[in-house]
């Protein structure tokens, strides 16, 4: 019942079409498949939309390209504005969109509110924004010129999101990009296709409002039927793509053969390190939030703890104490503060990873089990102890473990930070300056984020986020993030009667 009145309060049906239009052409494909949205919590149908063929693909991109050829146009702080009243609806929506999240990823319901604030910040941000697309001015070496640099809207661009933040990471995208002056696809993961719809509900009415059609454009479909073709579309000069490390690869390979961009948002294997000054109530609350958050499926989710020797046999017993208390249910109850895995999958892959971490020498500290009597898709936090960073910690495992391993010195713990493939979050614990200063020096974590006492995850939007290595490299969000949506122009422009040639090349006078 409490799911009916959220699909009503948001206009959604049992079934809605999986493509948009916006505003408001919704396209049921006639040879479109039934995708069902389960609750991770019950695995239970929630709804279901209707997918899009490659004939519904093109008509959207169509429109997307035909709609960029006035919004492009549009003055910056106009389309601003739009994002403006976007916020506000976003604000309106809270918590039905929130509690959607929830009841489609299973985050639980504190965190997919914090979701949509997530989205409301970021279109503050980008409403700001749209009055400061700055380009620098040069000094001209030539006498009488002029020489600045411009920043213009890039086309219609792609945005495949994946399920664990279903809206925010659109938002990201998507507000940025719409002050850049760009329209935008998007194609949300196979396993959140309700909140895209919901999403594109609110944005469909405010495009109304502004009298705009065309910025916004939704197509929910396969990876092969949809995702491929985003990807090889010479119409799409730019794809924003977030997701593993494999599918990104090819993402990479595929757009960077057409000589497209690619906006990469991979995988993270973050670590913390904990020094033998670290603050140990931090150590605890900042470990538990971002280990055991949404059920250890952030992209930013804390699954390395590198513990000072001399400190082992301190934090270890408090953190299993926190994990203790952890309650794990349905993640609408607002004493939960852990939900579900997203899939049976997903809780396959978690207890697949637990066997090798014991075979190779692991001790579970705590955890370590399926919790079928709970849901389908529930486990419990784990904890397990290594000897050493092998190949298994090296992978990201999409599940609340977290592998403890020990050092003696801080460039040993740096070392283990950096030693594996992704580079996304990293953070040290501790209250002495030269140890602080030296992980975040160019000999310290070689991640895009870096945090002194404060755990890997919930960045706050106004930073660029994004990561090295195989996490791909990109950066959303704040800072000058917006570059990537825009392409830049330099200008040189002659008010003199003659012509100086640059490098005082003389050429046949
Ligand atoms: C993700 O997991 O894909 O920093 C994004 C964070 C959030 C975003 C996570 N603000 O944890």
């Known amino acids: ?34 995708l069902i949205s389960y609750n991770p919590t019950t695995n239970e149908p929630i709804a279901s939309v209707i997918t899009a063929t490659a004939a519904t693909y093109d008509r959207v991109v169509e429109a997307a390209a035909e709609a960029f050829l006035e919004w492009r146009m549009v003055p910056a702080p106009k ?11 976003l604000r309106e929506y809270k918590e039905p969109l929130g509690e959607l999240v929830t009841l489609e990823v299973g985050k639980i319901r504190a965190e997919g509110l914090g979701e949509v604030q997530e989205m409301i910040d970021i279109c503050d941000f980008a409403v700001g924004l749209s009055r400061q697309l700055y380009g620098l001015t040069m000094a001209s070496e030539r006498p009488r010129h002029r020489m600045y640099e411009q920043w213009h809207p890039l086309g219609p661009i792609g945005i495949i999101t994946a399920f664990n933040f279903p809206v925010a990471v659109w938002s990201w995208n998507s507000a940025i990009a719409a002050v850049a002056g760009d329209t935008m696809i998007w194609k949300p993961s196979p396993l959140a296709p309700l909140t895209a719809v919901a999403v594109q509900h609110i944005a469909n009415r405010v495009l109304a409002d502004h009298g705009y059609k065309g910025v916004f454009n939704l197509v929910i479909g396969s990876n092969e039927e949809v995702g491929e073709r985003m990807i090889n579309d010479h119409r799409l000069p730019l794809i924003s793509f977030t997701g593993s490390i494999r599918v990104g690869r090819h993402v990479a390979q595929t757009v960077a053969q057409r000589l497209g961009r690619t906006i990469l948002e991979l ?54 104490d926190a994990y203790k208390q952890v309650r794990i249910g349905d993640p609408m109850d607002d004493n939960t503060l852990m939900g579900p895995l997203i899939t049976p999958k997903a809780v396959e892959n978690m207890m697949a990873a637990i066997e090798t971490a014991k075979a190779i020498g692991g001790e579970v500290l705590y955890g370590g089990k399926a919790r079928p009597d709970i849901g389908p898709n529930f486990v419990e936090p784990t904890i397990i102890k290594m000897p050493e960073q092998l190949p298994l910690v090296c992978e990201e495992t999409f599940a609340p473990i977290l592998y403890v391993m020990e050092y003696e010195t801080l460039e040993e713990a740096i070392a283990l930070n950096n030693g594996v493939p992704q580079g996304l979050s990293s953070a040290i614990f501790t209250n002495d300056l030269r140890e602080a200063e030296t992980f975040l020096s160019p000999e310290g974590s070689d991640c895009g984020i870096a945090n002194v006492n404060i755990g890997t995850s919930g960045a706050e939007i106004g930073g660029a986020f994004g990561g090295e290595k195989d996490t791909g490299g990109g950066r959303e969000a ?27 090349i003389k050429f046949g006078d």
């Open 79 to 89: 389309r601003g504005q739009m994002i403006r009243d976007f916020g506000d609806a």
């Open 478 to 504: 704040g800072s000058d993030a917006w570059k990537a949506y825009m392409r830049r122009q330099t200008v040189t422009i002659n008010y003199s009667r003659e012509l100086p040639l640059a490098q005082g």
């Open 267 to 320: 995988g993270g294997n973050n670590a913390v390190i904990v020094t033998p000054s670290a603050d140990m109530d931090l150590v605890v609350r900042a470990v538990l939030f971002a280990a055991v958050g949404t059920a250890g499926q952030r992209c930013t989710t804390l699954r390395r703890l590198i513990v000072h020797k001399s400190v082992v046999d301190t934090l270890l017993p408090r953190l299993i």
């Open 1 to 34: 019942k409490r799911v009916q009145s959220i699909l009503q309060k948001l206009g959604l049906s049992d079934v809605n079409p999986g493509a948009c239009i916006g505003p408001d052409e919704w396209i049921e494909d006639p040879n479109g498949e039934k």
